[in-house]
């Protein structure tokens, strides 16, 4: 990382964010930037797929597809790094934890058996695990396969932010409160810069991602949050 005495004043670039323009050494660019489009999985985001299968509304993680495309193609036209991830457990289940088959299964969406319209639920392989076409990942863009809600547990995802030089990470995806905040939180605790794009992400409850983008936005404790337009404006 760089200190802030490191960049000149006439080269830093801040995002108008809050609580705080971002990053805050204004150290913005394509080399030490990348965005993660977090889970954007038809199990997510689908009829079919795991949360409609819970039986849980899936309008909200759905249209949040354009507006992260939108800001896929500005970064991948700028140079920046892009990291995609998957939740999804490995077919003979070892990474499965009791707890969370257990719920799924009460559920109704079992994780690894008894196929739904999107095959089995949150398995590796299997048509509800893809990320929607719309976002498809480029070959040279790194997926980072998780087992958890957290991008960082149990994944190389730090090893590869480490090997090239990123500092500063731009969220999007799904769940708002569920895996885009733990992998923020993750994030943050491990030095990573951390901006949250709040109509780039979605929660299966409006009122649950207000919160967490409240939280987010408000006393500077894990990052800062912003509309996609700012970040487009600044990167332009
Ligand atoms: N990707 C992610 O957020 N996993 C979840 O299980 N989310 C829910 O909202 N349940």
Not at 125 to 133: A, H, L, N, R, T
């Amino acid at each position: 990382m760089t200190t802030m005495t490191d960049i000149p004043t006439q080269s830093k670039r801040f995002v108008k964010a809050q609580s705080y323009p971002w990053p805050f050494d204004g150290d913005l660019r394509p080399e030490n930037t990348a965005l993660l489009v977090i889970d954007m999985q038809h199990d997510f985001c689908s009829a079919g797929g795991f949360i409609d299968r819970l039986g849980l509304p899936t309008g909200s993680t759905h249209a949040c597809i354009e507006p992260i495309k939108r800001v896929l193609e500005a970064m991948r036209a700028g140079g920046y790094h892009i990291i995609h991830t998957r939740e999804g457990h490995r077919r003979d289940a070892a990474d499965l934890p009791a707890t969370k088959a257990w719920r799924a299964k009460r559920g109704g969406a079992p994780i690894g058996s008894t196929p739904g319209p999107r095959g089995m639920a949150l398995t590796r392989g299997e048509p509800g695990w893809q990320i929607v076409p719309e976002l498809a990942p480029l070959a040279h863009e790194p997926v980072i396969d998780k087992p958890g809600k957290g991008a960082f547990y149990a994944t190389d995802l730090d090893a590869i932010l480490r090997l090239h030089g990123i500092d500063n990470l731009v969220f999007t995806g799904v769940t708002t409160d569920v895996c885009v905040h733990t992998t923020l939180r993750e994030a943050n605790d491990r030095g990573y810069e951390c901006l949250l794009l709040e109509d780039c992400c979605a929660a299966i409850n409006p009122k649950s991602h207000d919160m967490a983008v409240w939280q987010v936005k408000t006393g500077a404790i894990f990052g800062a949050a912003t509309h996609s337009a700012d970040l487009l404006e600044a990167i332009a």
